[in-house]
């Protein structure tokens, strides 16, 4: 008998012998225990009762405390209404939350802030049931109430032994609107936990009373019963550590939420599952609705039924590894690697970039004559602070320098670059007064001629680091003798360095015309001091590190600590987004020039955090999907392994879905390289692989919002540049780990606002032991397969041309390399017969030109030639 039966044969066993007077009878003692779990429940007057919880740890049997198993439902005869309620503080007085201006995230905000979303609607109805029977493994719980029916069948797991699964069926004895929660197993100390979540929503380890900013910014757990949407739930589970540092979550069983594409049109805003870490009884346990009380599903005609799928996963661990559970074992977070099947490479894209960039008319490349020099940017058709249509901004200037230097294309490195440089240059306050090194806005408005920040007339330090020292770093990384560039870097560390508290904070952002702080109900929970390691890597003046250093020791305590994040966005009011990616990246770069082990700790439990930014659901399949005249399987448009651009209840991801914009892709790959956790890989790759369906035929330019499927890039053209550079910060990651570190090359600083990729190019990189420098000759290689990736070197001094190529598959590839010689650079000849290739640990395989390439699942080869 194998493990499985056994395992199976003894809870039957356990089952059976607790029967007292034959089947259909209530039992007197009934229980449930297998390998990982115990669960018992006493008859009392008010019904069955949980007596003892236990979780089988480390070395022994646990208790959990204060165990309940109180049953709740809500019903309400008449539909509950959507419209948003008067949120008032402690004191009763009103809250106006957010401002006026936010237009963007207003109504999101009162859909969110519903009586339905405050958990106020309808009738709650609470018991303990009064029978119970078991059939087969499974214990079967009812009650009668005088609206409906209950019946919970509950049994283990076959194959994981610290889950539950339980299955709750509701028949209407009235019409009306029914809403089943999950039952209460315990009843948690609401002073007393170590970590709680809700992935994309809230997290944090203590309750927090001030409800804005626990409810809109995830700061903590807002202390009323709030029900949350699925449509930003990164993963379908609400999980509790205690302060002993057991978990349990509950998550629905896949199927039961709502699709965000069921058919031909966006059904992102269906409202099936509602998710809460407060019960409606206002109890500390996670707990799920489904369906939800008013919305689809929720209306039943007397005699009507629905039923109710989750289950309960208790673990002797913290939180994190019962989140990768629910991602990998109930969700099968790498089914959509298994299912994809790539149309267009990411090379093939990065080609057709190229040439999207350096058009004026498709990229909206502008120029102006500002102050008497020419500046140049893209046009930005969002939203601005005062603008008339007339706003310009730059993106990603490590990919801009990156791109112009691996190619030595004369358009980028003669037009672009210059002018983009010009308009950098003029981005900082130069002048005397307060502002003198701060950033003077990241768009220009080119009717009135100035620049200014994205949402108000305000200065962010923020913005410093980002539109002046992250870009000027990575810009003086290729031109590092360039002396108005350092100058104006000096400047902007000391501004930075003036206005940093003496505990090693910032203000979120300073009024222009006042100079006074503004957004003072938060903290600058953003990785600001990163411009500081920044100044101190080009400048090499120490008093910028001790400063990044005091800083991210504040950020640590204040932001990491509890899992509080700022974000970026002014127009989303700063909800936390991608900015809490580059917090990882910031914290890990400190460590590499530290090696202070407190930084890459927190490092990577920011990263941790940032997983559960990542959709885990639903599971993609090859159902047919339709968008437009498009057909396409549901995998291909599928929200998995996708990122926001802000989630919870303020956020874009509301109504737009997740982005496209895979930024964090290669940072998962380096910290699944310092950590060996899986969950990094998967996710990096479910990011940034397969999304052909979401990109632009004509430019290769993917849509910002996933809503927007493949309408290109739409009001953001600048967009493109942060594309060129996540797309090759994520193949330089993949291919220092497939090659064991073997070949890696020098990584510059993260870029502004939307994640952690760095820049290449700028210095040359190993290669087994010899050096080359990244080379991107457009045009000149090729492959009939897809699947596989390539990166290019060349080392002029010993005349040898580098190719890198990279199955980015997880089934072995073949494929018929093509190189077309007159691509390659001008003057100089590639010898295609002296072709030589080397697996991803430098042993040579046997290989002549016109051989077809073979390569194993995400596996790595390199070929090298000579030229003359």
């Known amino acids: 008998m194998n493990r499985l039966s056994l395992y199976i044969f003894k809870t039957v066993l356990l089952l059976s012998a607790l029967v007292t007077d034959g089947y259909g009878q209530s039992l007197k003692a009934p229980k449930l225990e297998n390998g990982g779990l115990r669960m018992n429940w006493v008859y009392t007057k008010q019904g069955y009762q949980l007596q ?23 019903y309400s005869k008449t539909q509950p209404g959507m419209d948003a309620q008067v949120i008032k503080d402690k004191k009763g007085v009103e809250v106006s939350f957010p401002e006026p201006e936010y237009r963007y995230i207003i109504p999101t905000w009162k859909a969110n802030t519903s009586a339905v979303s405050l958990n106020k609607e309808g009738d709650a109805i609470s018991f303990y049931p009064q029978q119970c029977r078991s059939e087969g493994n499974a214990l079967v719980f009812s009650q009668q109430t005088d609206v409906a029916d209950i019946e919970a069948i509950w049994k283990p797991d076959p194959v994981h032994m610290h889950d539950l699964r339980v299955t709750i069926r509701l028949t209407a004895r009235a019409a009306g609107y029914y809403s089943i929660a999950t039952p209460a197993l315990t009843v948690n100390d609401k002073k007393q936990f170590d970590w709680a979540v809700i992935p994309g929503i809230f997290q944090g380890r203590a309750i927090n009373n001030n409800f804005v900013d626990a409810y809109a910014y995830g700061h903590g757990i807002p202390d009323l019963p709030v029900v949350v949407r699925e449509r930003t739930a990164a993963a379908l589970t609400s999980i509790l550590t205690s302060k002993e540092g057991v978990t349990m979550a509950v998550t629905a069983e896949p199927g039961t939420a709502r699709h965000p594409w069921l058919s031909d049109k966006s059904t992102q805003s269906d409202w099936l599952l509602g998710l809460s870490m407060i019960n409606r009884n206002g109890q500390l346990m996670p707990t799920l609705y489904h369906p939800v009380l008013g919305q689809q599903k929720s209306f039943l005609n007397k005699g009507e039924s629905i039923s109710f799928n989750f289950r309960f996963t208790i673990q002797d661990k913290n939180w994190y590894p019962v989140y990768q559970h ?37 990229s909206r490349w502008r120029t102006f004559d500002y102050k008497g020099i020419i500046i140049g940017a893209q046009e930005y058709l969002g939203g601005v602070h005062g603008s008339e249509k007339d706003a310009v901004k730059n993106a990603d200037y490590g990919a801009m320098w990156m791109l112009g230097t691996i190619t030595g294309d004369s358009i980028l490195e003669h037009t672009r670059l210059p002018q983009a440089l010009n308009f950098k240059l003029a981005q900082q306050h130069t002048g005397e007064g307060f502002f003198r090194g701060a950033a003077a806005g990241q768009y220009y408005l080119y009717r009135s001629k100035r620049f200014t920040e994205e949402w108000g007339a305000y200065t962010e330090p923020i913005a410093t680091t980002y539109y002046m020292m992250l870009d000027i770093g990575n810009v003086l990384l290729f031109e590092p003798g360039h002396p108005k560039l350092k100058s104006e870097l000096r400047l902007a560390a000391d501004w930075l360095l003036a206005n940093m508290k003496p505990e090693g904070y910032w203000e979120v952002a300073y009024n222009n015309a006042t100079q006074k702080p503004m957004f003072t109900d938060q903290k600058d929970y953003r990785p600001t001091f990163y411009g500081l390691l920044v100044a101190y890597k080009i400048l090499g003046d120490k008093k910028y590190l001790d400063a990044a250093l005091q800083s991210a020791d504040w950020f640590i305590k204040n932001a990491v600590d509890p899992g509080y994040f700022l974000g970026v966005c002014g127009d989303a009011r700063f909800a936390p987004d991608f900015a809490t990616a580059q917090s990882a990246q910031a914290l890990l770069d400190l460590y590499d020039i530290t090696k202070q082990v407190r930084f890459k700790q927190a490092a990577i439990t920011t990263a941790q955090y940032y997983t559960t930014s990542i959709y885990s659901h639903p599971i993609p399949d090859r159902s047919t999907k339709k968008n437009g005249a498009r057909s396409l399987e549901d995998w291909q448009i599928s929200q998995v392994g996708l990122s926001f651009e802000h989630g919870g209840t303020l956020g874009s991801a509301n109504p737009s879905g997740p982005i496209l914009l895979a930024s964090h892709a290669g940072m998962f790959v380096r910290f699944f390289e310092l950590t060996k956790d899986s969950l990094f890989l998967k996710m990096a790759r479910t990011a940034a692989l397969a999304k052909d369906a979401f990109v632009d035929p004509a430019t290769g330019v993917a849509s910002y919002y996933w809503s927007a499927m493949n309408k290109g890039a739409g009001p953001f053209p600048h967009h493109a540049w942060w594309q060129v550079g996540w797309i090759t910060d994520y193949l330089m990651s993949e291919l220092s780990l497939r090659s064991g570190g073997r070949i890696a090359f020098p990584s510059g600083f993260v870029t502004p606002k939307v994640g952690p990729h760095k820049t290449f190019g700028f210095g040359a990189g190993k290669i087994f032991g010899e050096q080359a420098r990244l080379a991107m000759m457009d045009k000149l290689v090729s492959f009939d397969n897809p699947n596989i990736d390539y990166l290019c070197a060349l080392d002029l001094k010993t005349k040898k041309f580098y190719l890198f190529v990279l199955n980015n598959d997880d089934d072995a590839q073949k494929a018929t390399l093509q190189i077309n010689s007159s691509r390659f650079i001008t003057g100089h000849r590639l010898q295609l017969d002296s072709i030589s290739c080397l697996s991803a640990d430098g042993k040579r395989i046997p290989f002549s030109w016109g051989d077809q390439v073979n390569i194993d699942p995400y596996g790595l080869q390199v070929y090298s030639f000579r030229f003359d």
């Open 52 to 74: 003892q919880v236990q979780v089988n740890g480390q070395q022994q049997w646990r208790s959990l405390s204060a165990v309940s198993g109180q049953y709740t439902i809500l």
């Open 326 to 362: 629910v991602v990998n074992d109930v969700y099968r977070f790498d089914q959509l690697l298994h299912l994809k099947q790539t149309h267009l490479s990411l090379s093939q894209r990065m080609e057709q970039l190229l040439s999207y960039v350096k058009n004026d008319s498709t």
